[in-house]
Nanobody, 127 residues
């Protein structure tokens, strides 16, 4: 069992940066691939980025490549999302998720592969 809690969201202006954190409880964090998803009003939840168990493998959706960075600290049971050069289209509720069943070096974009989800944190980017 993994419980996830996101923090770090807020209201920023275009071009600003934010760092989201996702603190995990439970013993399976270090053996779980982690991901960040987002859902904008009126839109479906979409994959943003993911990383493998040790963070060695990462994956990003095209719209955030070069601006967002996922990282994790298994000693702190925390995964981070550094978001730079934010744009109004990044406005959404951001969710972290854990996928405990993937092979060690794998990441996944498929939401159904993620067993545990946080409650989300709102990110609003004004123009």
């Amino acid at each position: 069992q993994v419980q996830l809690a996101e923090s770090g969201g807020g209201l920023v202006q275009a071009g600003d940066s934010l760092r989201l954190s996702c603190a995990a409880s439970g013993r399976t964090f270090s053996s779980s691939a982690m991901g960040w998803f987002r859902q904008a009003p009126g839109k479906e939840r979409e994959f943003v980025t993911g990383c493998s168990r040790n963070g060695g493998a990462t994956d990003y959706t095209d719209s955030v490549k070069g601006r967002f960075t996922i990282s994790r600290d298994n000693a702190k049971n925390t995964v981070y999302l550094q978001m730079n050069n934010l744009k109004p289209e990044d406005t959404a509720v951001y969710y972290c998720a854990a996928a405990p069943t993937l092979f060690p070096a794998r990441t996944t974009r498929t939401a159904t592969n993620y067993r545990y989800w946080g409650q989300g944190t709102q990110v609003t980017v004004s123009s």
